[in-house]
Nanobody
Framework: QVQLMESGGGLVQAGGSLNISCAAS????????VGWFRRPPGKGREFVAT????????LYEDSVRGRFTISRDNARNMVFLHMDNLIPEDTAIYYC????????????????WGQGTQVTVSS
């Protein structure tokens, strides 16, 4: 079992930056890949970014590549998402999720989910 808890969401103006974090507990953190997903208003959950077990590989959804950076600190059991140049379309509930699979953007491989944190980008 893995427990995940997001923090750091909030309201930011378009063009601004925001950092969100995910704290993990329950099993060896370095044995799981961790991803960020989001649910925009009125839409389904979508992939944002993921990072491999040792942090050496990452994968991004096209619309966030170059603006968002995912990273992890295995010593602290934490995963981070740094978001730059935010646009209103980034408004969503952001979830972190964990999988035993190698790097993947497929939602169905993620077995463990946090409760989510709201990110709102105003125009």
């Amino acid at each position: 079992q893995v427990q995940l808890m997001e923090s750091g969401g909030g309201l930011v103006q378009a063009g601004g930056s925001l950092n969100i974090s995910c704290a993990a507990s329950g099993r060896t953190f370095s044995s799981i890949s961790v991803g960020w997903f989001r649910r925009p208003p009125g839409k389904g959950r979508e992939f944002v970014a993921t990072v491999s077990r040792n942090g050496s590989s990452t994968l991004y959804e096209d619309s966030v590549r170059g603006r968002f950076t995912i990273s992890r600190d295995n010593a602290r059991n934490m995963v981070f998402l740094h978001m730059d140049n935010l646009i209103p379309e980034d408004t969503a509930i952001y979830y972190c999720a964990a999988t035993e699979q190698a790097l993947t953007d497929r939602l169905y491989w993620y077995d463990y989910w946090g409760q989510g944190t709201q990110v709102t980008v105003s125009s």
